[in-house]
């Protein structure tokens, strides 16, 4: 086994993977993201993540921004629909430091209101930011089309209007209501032993009351199908065709990121890249996704192009999708898209940071972290049958929604 599980008395559990480095990681997983908000708060997940890093009962600011920094390390942070991870990364003998100050923010900070108000301005100018940014807007805005009337459709960021209203009480409430310490991971990678680890987690994490509140997620319902246009102050068409997708609870999901990478994942030799970029020269960028939530997910292409290219790419793209629902992959395809993804996915390992954050959410959300080996082998179990049928469900023509953002005519 390459890690340890060790779970405290209140319920976080605290996962090591031993390594040879002088670099150590590590990273504190939260099950609670912005589909947790109530209704009429979006973005206060976000906005919580920001405040950690503005005071604590015995730090300010500046001492929480050099507490790491100093001695070179590197702390930052992010919030997803799901998830509200801290991180770290710094020299081995920081351990301690590291464990002590990401305990410090995630569970003592205090909030004050002049910072309050000093973060609400940075984050409305970083919610104007990805508005003047179609590429990334239309993203959220494909999302929020797709799950109208669910948290999922929320942006993570929320609005100006939803920021501005943000008070400590909502803060304090969400915290409350959804930092449950049994849906806490605590991630270690490096050159550890196992019991330093545990000695030094019980000291800082175990002091922490535990929170067994559970939360209420409500499962998205499917819209009816929906296109689409609207017109922007913008240079390039910019479009999404997408659907919703399995969760990662669905057997299915293996399928589907094999078949998301055949199409339009990593590298240029992508079907929906050679077609659509390198024969036709059409789109610049040009690429699919498949994300997977814990009750649903979302598969998605896109490209931007100039205006009068879109309806070709968007003809293409829907000839490349009938294709993989009606032509069953032959025997070396499908070899060769498995042998591309788990190549990828070994390299991948050396991001470890990112592997060590993987893991921490697959110990919360499946009570297990599968290995290398268990992955590749449920990869390869794919079959070409499983893959058209994927293809049948998830691009079906009757439930693809389209988004496009089309540039304003000219005067």
Known sequence: MDHEVYRLKNGIRILLKPTVSPIGHCCLIINAGARDEEEGKPGLAHFIEHLLFKGTKKRNTNQILNRLEVVGADLNA???????????????????????????????????????????????????????????????????????????????????????????????????????????????????????????????????????????????????????????????????????????????????????????GNGMSSRLNLEIREKYGIAYTIESNYTAFSDSGIFSIYFGTDEEKANKALKLVHKELKKVREQKLGVVQLQQAKQKFIGQIALGEENRMGVLISMAKSLIDFNRVDSLEEVFAKLNAVSASEILEIANEVFNPNLLNLLMFKPEEEN
């Open 78 to 264: 992010y919030t997803t629909k799901e998830y509200t991870c801290l991180h770290a990364s710094f020299l081995h003998e920081h351990l301690e430091r590291s464990i002590d100050l990401l305990q410090d923010i995630a569970f003592f900070s205090t909030f004050p209101e002049v910072e309050m108000e000093k973060e609400k301005g940075v984050i409305i100018d970083e919610i104007l930011s990805y508005e003047d940014q179609p590429e990334e807007a239309i993203n959220d805005d494909f999302e929020s089309l797709l799950f109208k009337g669910n948290t999922l459709g929320e942006n993570i960021l929320g609005t100006k209007d939803s920021v501005s209203a943000f008070k400590k009480t909502d803060i304090l409430n969400f915290i409350a209501r959804t930092y449950n310490t049994h849906e806490i991971v605590f991630a270690i990678s490096g050159n550890y032993k196992a019991g330093r680890v545990w000695a030094l987690c019980d000291k800082y994490f175990g002091i922490i009351p535990e929170n067994k509140k559970e939360k209420q997620r409500l499962k998205p319902i499917p819209n009816p199908k929906q296109e689409l246009i609207i017109t922007k102050p913008i240079n390039q068409t910019h479009c999404i065709l997408g659907s919703h997708a399995y969760s990662f609870h669905d057997d299915k999901k293996h399928g589907l990121l094999l078949l998301n990478n055949l199409l339009g």
